[in-house]
């Protein structure tokens, strides 16, 4: 499995970019990286999904760059509703490998 | 559209009962279905996943077994609980390697 390393805790401000890392330097070829978002008592939910370079979504931005070994979820001017725990992981077909979650990185967005 | 039901959403049982963890999908066919745990303030530990009818693979060694006897019905159980088996377990599905949608989870509590 390809192990993933994030920091443990971020905070921020309200209307602030938040960046979270994540170190993935055992990344398979065929490996993509997805971040999910969980909140207290909750199941996590899918946030974005790439492979290489730059993928937008409405909620954030994920950029990797070509050696692939990192990725950075971008959060464009967060809220208090985004404080919660994100994951990042890297996956491959699941007749091989299963998607499965680090520790994650606790952010807490202050007023 | 898809729907993921996990049931009970609490349970409290005392060390050595057995246990049975329910989740069924709707609205789709052939899902990939995974079972998380996560102790309280932890990450998400995968500790089964299952690509078909009768096919279950184990993340980790433990106190519990999972199975499949339908194609969209996955059943986490145990035969005699342990107190570290505790936390907040959680049933997922996906298509193929796609994004995993999460229940609503159950929390399990063992005294």
């Known amino acids: 499995l390809a192990k993933t390393t994030q920091p443990i805790s971020m905070d921020s401000y309200e209307g602030q970019e938040v960046n979270i890392t994540c170190s993935h330097n055992?990344?398979?070829?065929?490996?993509?990286i997805t971040w999910y978002q969980q909140f207290p008592s909750q199941g996590p939910r899918f946030i974005i999904q790439?492979?290489?370079t730059k993928v937008t979504n409405e909620v954030a931005s994920l950029f990797i760059p070509a050696d692939r070994k990192s990725s950075t979820l971008s959060l464009p001017r967060v809220s208090l509703s985004d404080t919660a725990v994100y994951y990042c992981l890297v996956g491959g077909p699941t007749g091989r490998r299963a998607l499965t979650f680090g520790s994650g990185t606790r952010l807490q967005v202050q007023p | 559209s898809q729907t993921i039901h996990q049931w009970p959403a609490t349970l409290v049982q005392p060390v050595g009962s057995p246990l049975s963890l329910e989740c069924t999908v709707e609205g789709t066919s052939n899902p990939n279905l995974y079972w998380y745990r996560q102790a309280a303030g932890r990450g998400l530990q995968l500790l089964f996943y299952?690509?078909?009818?009768?096919?279950i693979s184990s993340e980790v060694p433990q106190n519990l077994s999972a199975s499949r006897p339908q194609d969209r019905q996955f059943i986490l159980s145990s035969k005699k609980l342990l107190l570290s088996d505790s936390g907040f377990y959680l049933c997922?599905?996906?298509?193929?390697?796609?994004?995993?949608?999460f229940g609503p989870g159950t929390r399990l509590t063992v005294l």
């Open positions: 997922a599905w996906s298509f193929r390697d796609d994004e995993q949608f």
């Open positions: 055992n990344i398979a070829t065929n490996d993509y």
């Open positions: 299952s690509v078909g009818i009768g096919q």
């Open positions: 790439g492979y290489k």
